[in-house]
């Protein structure tokens, strides 16, 4: 089964930086759009960035400016930089694959496990 792994969470102090990272296990043959949400307790799931095939993205406004997200083709991997973390980033924060193809057929709307983010005052 193909899976999203997320690594690169933790505990940091405001005006820190972390480097969020997710690759899909199994074998891959292409990615489409790929995305980090994050959800903080208590609030609804939101975007954070997309990143699509040909490296155009999409941020949140919240994020703009502080947050890049990037993807390396050859390894399947996206990233989420995050610099200037404020206790508001607090959140989970879940990547996805909006459409792979894999050994196993295709794949729609995949959604990693989340990966724990949290910035202290």
């Known amino acids: 089964q193909v899976q999203l792994v997320e690594s690169g969470g933790g505990l940091v102090q405001a005006g820190g930086s972390l480097r969020l990272s997710c690759v899909p296990s199994g074998i891959i043959f292409t990615i489409g759009t790929m995305g980090w949400y994050r959800q903080a307790p208590g609030k609804q799931r939101e975007l954070v960035a997309t990143i699509f095939s040909d490296g155009g993205t999409n941020y949140a406004d919240s994020v703009k400016g502080r947050f890049t997200i990037s993807r390396d083709n050859a390894k399947k991997t996206v990233y989420l930089q995050m610099n200037s973390l404020t206790p508001e980033d607090t959140a989970v924060y879940y990547c996805?694959?909006?459409?792979?193809?894999?050994?196993?057929?295709?794949?729609?709307?995949?959604w990693g496990q989340g990966t724990q983010v949290t910035v202290s005052s």
């Open positions: 996805t694959v909006e459409r792979m193809t894999t050994n196993r057929g295709p794949l729609l709307n995949i």
